[in-house]
Nanobody, 119 residues
């Protein structure tokens, strides 16, 4: 099946920017959506953004609209999350997610990458 792996996390000053990457591998031909979730300490995992793989639709959580941009490179099977104007409340482990279609649709998750925003 499909596997995904995140990279790009780290320590960022408030107001700064950082770009996360998520590369998918495996049987990616039926993958139709990739996106990002995050989970802050002591909080539930929440949706951040996603993008249709074969279309142009993008969706964002209200908390990141206007600051984060999701994009994709189909040739590299990679999705990016450009994070601008970062706030301390953006501190979380960011997880990549891929939605895979076919006879038995499924989701696959990466291991996560830590983003820490200092005030």
């Amino acid at each position: 099946q499909v596997q995904v792996a995140e990279s790009g996390g780290g320590l960022v000053q408030a107001g700064g920017s950082r770009r996360l990457s998520c590369a998918a591998s495996g049987r990616t031909s039926s993958m139709y959506c990739m996106g990002w979730f995050r989970q802050g300490a002591g909080k539930e995992r929440e949706f951040v953004a996603n993008i249709n793989w074969n279309g142009e639709g993008t969706y964002y959580a209200d908390s990141v609209k206007g600051r984060f941009t999701i994009s994709r490179d189909n040739g590299k099977n990679t999705v990016y999350l450009q994070m601008n104007s970062l706030k301390p409340e953006d501190t979380a482990v960011y997880y990549c997610n891929a939605n895979v279609g076919g006879p038995t649709p499924y989701n696959v998750w990466g291991q996560g990458t830590q983003v820490t925003v200092s005030s």
